[in-house]
């Protein structure tokens, strides 16, 4: 038997999912658009990359209407307890309604949820006992995407070489300036792009918040290209 679909009406709850639906439809169009096919074109990153970022990202709006539309294991008006496990089971003082020990009543949803976890504005639902597996799924690939996303702006910016597509304001001497500089000018390991980011050359010093960040001296063969 396939698992039951769990609606709640609760217009705060639409809001939530909503704002969550339109950040991921942001990224999802504007990420591609503006770093991974441009750099995809100019050779940059590999064709593995884009599909990379889409699975990521199809799995992750996947697992937020699985778990936003999932049963989280509402308890049946009239259950039928075994004799066996009568002592298992417990009023609510809520709803007047017989409930396995462990489950909780949900103001939100107005019943109660086997293993009630939280009740979550971000999915409009709760997360009980038959959907906090979705849950966790859809806190997974969430972080696998924003850290790909996160890694893919800090490239764009600190390690890609400039889109040859963008045009600037400049005269035909700096455009042969700027011709010659890019063929000469050696490309700027990724250690001393994080090193000028961080502000120090010690790798394990990045990942250190309580300090405070010293500008390296950068030097003269790649001055020209922060």
């Excluded at 396939?2 to 504007?30: A, K």
């Excluded at 307890?81 to 009568?86: G, K, L, Q």
């Excluded at 597996?133 to 490239?155: G, N």
Aim: hydrophobic share 35%; aromatic share 16%; with cysteine.
């Amino acid at each position: 038997m396939g698992q039951r679909i769990h609606f709640v009406v609760d217009p705060q709850g639409w809001c939530c999912l909503g704002l969550i639906i339109f950040v991921w439809l942001y990224n999802t169009i504007f990420i591609p658009k503006v770093i991974l096919f441009p750099h995809y074109e100019e050779g940059n990153i590999s064709v593995v990359a884009v599909l990379c970022y889409y699975f990521c990202s199809v799995f992750c709006i996947a697992s937020l209407f699985r778990a936003s539309v999932a049963d989280p294991g509402k308890l049946p008006e009239n259950p039928k307890i075994p004799i066996t496990e009568r002592e298992h089971w417990e009023l609510c003082n809520k709803c007047n309604m017989m409930r396995p020990k462990r489950s909780h009543h949900c103001s939100r949803c107005g019943h109660c949820v086997r293993r009630m976890d939280h009740h979550c504005p971000w999915i409009n639902n709760c997360v009980g006992e038959d959907n906090h597996w979705l849950f966790l799924q859809l806190c997974f690939y969430t972080q696998i995407l924003s850290s790909y996303t996160l890694i893919l702006d800090f490239c764009h910016y600190y390690y890609f070489l400039p889109l040859k597509k963008e045009n600037w304001d400049t005269t035909s001497i700096e455009k042969m300036s700027n011709c010659c500089e890019d063929i000469s000018r050696p490309r700027k390991p990724w250690q001393q792009t994080f090193s000028e980011v961080f502000g120090t050359h010690w790798k394990i010093l990045w990942f250190i918040p309580f300090r405070r960040r010293q500008p390296l001296r950068v030097p003269y063969h790649f001055a020209n290209h922060v």
